[in-house]
């Protein structure tokens, strides 16, 4: 017994040509012809900014030793704002001290203070600027294969506030400077 497919006499086929027209269009169209997307770094910048790609290292540790993420936790941003301010209020604080009769006990800050205040507050700025910066891009790994660099931050925090709740007893305490 043949198949009814086998005995008719047209032409049967599974898959049909494409038409000839249809396809030409396509091959002559070249994608290449945008702009090139590099040129465009402000948008890059932005577009990144809001849509990143590594939120976590990659799962293969034997890949690099250190691994650059785009995103970052939120609660970085709050420590690293708090103890920014924090070291404000301690310069500024310090500062005011100082006027009252206090001494510098930090040997660096002391021989950067007495001899111009503008280099004090910048450099101490800075200092604690790139230190907070470091610590937030190194925030996942271990501060002497022990704490996390996270913690570390965590404890900078407590010690700034610490800092300003002494120096507030400072000021408090000494009856010739102005209580804020």
């Not at 610590?135 to 965590?154: D, E, G, I, P």
């Amino acid at each position: 017994m043949t198949h009814r497919a086998c005995r008719t006499t047209g032409r049967v086929a599974i898959v049909h040509p494409m038409p000839a027209t249809t396809a030409v269009p396509r091959l002559l169209h070249d994608r290449r012809n945008r702009s090139d997307r590099r040129r465009r770094v402000w948008w890059s910048v932005c577009y990144g900014s809001f849509n990143p790609r590594r939120r976590t290292p990659p799962r293969r540790v034997d890949d690099s030793r250190f691994h650059s993420l785009d995103w970052y936790s939120a609660h970085l941003l709050a420590v690293a704002i708090g103890i920014s301010l924090l070291s404000v209020a301690d310069a500024f604080f310090t500062l005011t001290l100082l006027q009252g009769g206090a001494s510098e006990v930090n040997p660096l800050m002391a021989t950067l203070i007495y001899r111009n205040v503008a280099v004090f507050a910048a450099m101490k700025m800075g200092i604690t600027s790139a230190s907070i910066v470091l610590m937030v891009v190194l925030a996942r790994y271990r501060f002497m294969r022990l704490v996390r660099v996270t913690w570390v931050l965590y404890m900078a925090l407590f010690a700034y506030a610490t800092l300003i709740a002494y120096e507030l007893w400072m000021l408090k305490g000494s009856s010739d400077l102005p209580i804020l």
